[in-house]
């Protein structure tokens, strides 16, 4: 579970993913790919994302750090089209469990906003 202060490095006047970034990226992908059976079809249309998120340890951490590179690791992985889908997006910070753990569940919107 990699925070977006370690995915990504700036580099000149790029922002380039990092070496641990690349590494958490291909575990992200690996993992959801295993999971879904292999590559899915991309999910299209306005998406609601709950993130549970279990750290390995008890140090602070901010919630917010974890999104950027979760979410553009799913988008790279075929989830979704593109990250912009996600209208709702709702995240619990819980018990620690060994080695860290986040767990995502995606549902589609549909038209009058409703999961």
């Known amino acids: ?12 006047r790029s922002l380039k993913i990092s070496k641990e970034g690349r ?7 690996a993992s959801t790919l295993d ?4 590559k899915p079809e991309p999910l299209a249309g306005d998406l609601a994302v709950t993130v549970r998120i279990h750290p390995p340890d008890r140090r602070r951490r901010d919630i917010d ?12 992985a075929g989830v979704w089209e593109d ?17 860290g753990q986040v767990i995502v569940e995606i549902n589609e919107l549909w038209s009058n906003n409703e999961i």
């Open 1 to 12: 579970m990699l925070s977006l202060n370690g995915f990504y490095r700036v580099v000149g």
């Open 23 to 29: 590494a958490n990226r291909k575990l992200i992908v």
């Open 35 to 38: 999971q879904l059976g292999g």
């Open 65 to 76: 750090n974890i999104f950027k590179g979760l979410l553009d690791s799913l988008t790279h």
């Open 83 to 99: 990250d912009s889908q996600i209208k709702h997006l709702e995240a619990d910070m819980l018990e620690i469990v060994k080695k």
